[in-house]
């Protein structure tokens, strides 16, 4: 049974998550919260598998109470904003996965079901404009903080980074899903990364991205 945590200021929402939650077989909501600062209390005293975060909320918003929940539960950040400038930061927090909350049900559903078991969720929509976010600056190209990470491990951190699923790497990069399975999880090790969310931090930071979008016309023709 996967142990689910609500928080979101609005009750009319929190009613729905409950509902939707609940009528899952393997899925139960343990507490809803209306605050960040309640969040963070129910989460330590009720220690669920996930907490569905709304970021904007009163007393603390879903970012601080997302890096004072740490590690005692995953988090999904689940919000209304698409342009949300706290998605970065969200991450950065030990967010597990972000959702836009006009995602279909049984999407958000399987997303709790990911973020359980361990996994992150990006939605392709979402990194892309992190991505957008990042490149608005001016950055480096020499790539900092990769030692020890291969070429190929850098191609595929670069599409981790870009919102390709795994079987997207695999038919990119031709290569085995088992390959690419391989190869993730010597990031993982190398980076010393939880999960695939902060493999995409470790991107943006290092200035990977930037400096293969820069070249992306190149690429493609």
């Known amino acids: 049974m996967i142990r689910v945590l609500v928080a979101d200021d609005q009750a ?22 209306a ?67 006009d995602t279909p049900p049984a999407d958000l559903v399987a997303a709790i079901r990911v973020v359980a078991s361990g996994e992150a969720l990006l939605a392709p929509t979402v990194t892309r404009r992190l991505i957008e976010e990042f490149t608005r600056t001016p950055a480096s190209l020499e790539v900092k903080g990769l030692h020890g990470v291969t070429e190929r491990e850098r191609e595929v951190l670069t599409l981790i980074a870009r919102g390709l699923s795994n079987s997207e790497i695999t038919v990119h990069l031709h290569l085995s899903l088992a390959t690419v399975k391989t190869h993730i999880g010597r990031l993982l090790a190398k980076l010393d990364a939880r999960d695939r969310a902060q493999l995409v931090i470790v991107a943006y930071e290092s200035g990977l991205v930037s400096a293969v979008r820069s070249g992306e016309g190149r690429e493609h023709k």
């Open 35 to 101: 605050t960040g600062a309640e969040a963070v209390a129910l989460a330590l005293q009720e220690r669920p598998d996930v907490v569905l975060m709304d970021v904007r909320m009163p007393e603390m918003d879903g970012i601080e109470a997302t890096r004072r929940i740490g590690d005692v539960a995953r988090v999904l950040i689940v919000t209304m904003f698409d342009l949300d400038a706290y998605v970065y930061d969200a991450l950065r927090a030990g967010a597990s996965g972000f959702l836009l909350k």
């Open 12 to 33: 009319l929402l929190r009613g729905s998550f409950r509902v939707l939650v609940d009528s899952e077989p393997d899925l139960m909501v343990v507490g809803e919260a």
